[in-house]
């Protein structure tokens, strides 16, 4: 749109350069200004976009973090509880990395959304159940804590998936940008300089615009969301785990 606006504006201006003293000075007053207003939207969008880009990256690390912290301290707990969180937190894990390659809304994503919240109901009655048996038992209270603060930290990332700059921002960038581009460049074409100039600058606006564009969709497109911090923590939740389970009297094997 905008690069076609610009040839728009050259096309026109060329038709028009007879009149050039009468049109010249209006168009360069409203192009002036239609260019500042555009350049702030521009900063307005891109700004909203990378602060949403900056928060979902952290939301990961975040994550990833708590359900590390999660699976070290369901080492502690007894069995039968303790292989049946550690292997539904693997489970868990990989559906947080699976959620990340859905686009937010889609069938995929939804059913992955799913599929995560049956296993957090299971995880939260296997804490359940830790604390019923050992009721003064440090471990089991550190775990359900810790696990608390992994489903907290998984529905403030898929939230932020889905937090996308508002359509209306983007949609008036996209058509601002046009409109001031036409106008500059059906200006310098009746005045006859700078053509290749405004084609210059209609090609660094339309790579912005893709650039917000592309911040703002964190699962598709050339600037993505890094799960990497998500996908190593599943590898070493695969190891073997570093502590053994204890015994009934809550000592160490």
């Given at each position: 749109m905008?690069?076609?606006?610009?040839?728009?504006?050259?096309?026109?201006?060329h038709r028009v350069r007879h009149l050039s003293e009468d049109l010249k000075?209006?168009?360069g007053v409203l192009q002036a200004a239609l260019l500042g207003v555009v350049g702030l939207l521009l900063a307005f969008g891109l700004s909203l976009a990378v602060s949403r880009y900056e928060d979902r990256r952290e939301n990961v690390v975040t994550e990833a973090t708590a359900i590390g912290t999660t699976h070290l301290r369901a080492q502690t707990l007894a069995e039968p509880v303790r292989s049946r969180s550690l292997d539904l937190?693997?489970?868990?894990?990989?559906?947080?990395?699976?959620?990340?390659?859905?686009?937010p809304g889609s069938t995929a994503a939804d059913a992955a959304r799913a599929r995560e919240e049956l296993i957090e109901r299971e995880l939260w009655s296997l804490a359940?159940?830790?604390?019923?048996?050992?009721?003064?038992?440090?471990a089991p209270r550190l775990y359900v804590e810790s696990l608390n603060e992994t489903f907290d930290a998984e529905t403030?990332?898929?939230a932020a998936l889905g937090n996308r700059v508002p359509t209306a921002v983007l949609v008036l960038e996209v058509i601002g940008a046009a409109l001031a581009l036409g106008l500059l460049a059906a200006y310098l074409?009746?005045?006859?300089?700078?053509?290749?100039?405004?084609?210059?600058a209609s090609v660094l606006v339309a790579f912005l615009l893709l650039v917000t564009a592309d911040l703002d969709r964190p699962t598709r497109g050339m600037i993505q969301v890094p799960d990497t911090v998500l996908k190593d923590e599943l590898a070493s939740m695969?190891?073997?785990?570093?502590?053994?389970?204890?015994?009934?009297?809550?000592?160490?094997?």
């Open positions: 905008v690069l076609g606006a610009t040839a728009l504006g050259v096309f026109l201006g000075d209006p168009f937190l693997a489970d868990y894990a990989e559906n947080a990395i699976r959620i990340s390659d859905e686009v359940g159940q830790a604390l019923d048996r050992a009721p003064l038992a440090s403030a990332r898929v074409a009746i005045v006859g300089r700078g053509v290749l100039a405004v084609s210059l695969k190891q073997r785990p570093a502590a053994t389970a204890p015994d009934r009297a809550g000592n160490v094997d």
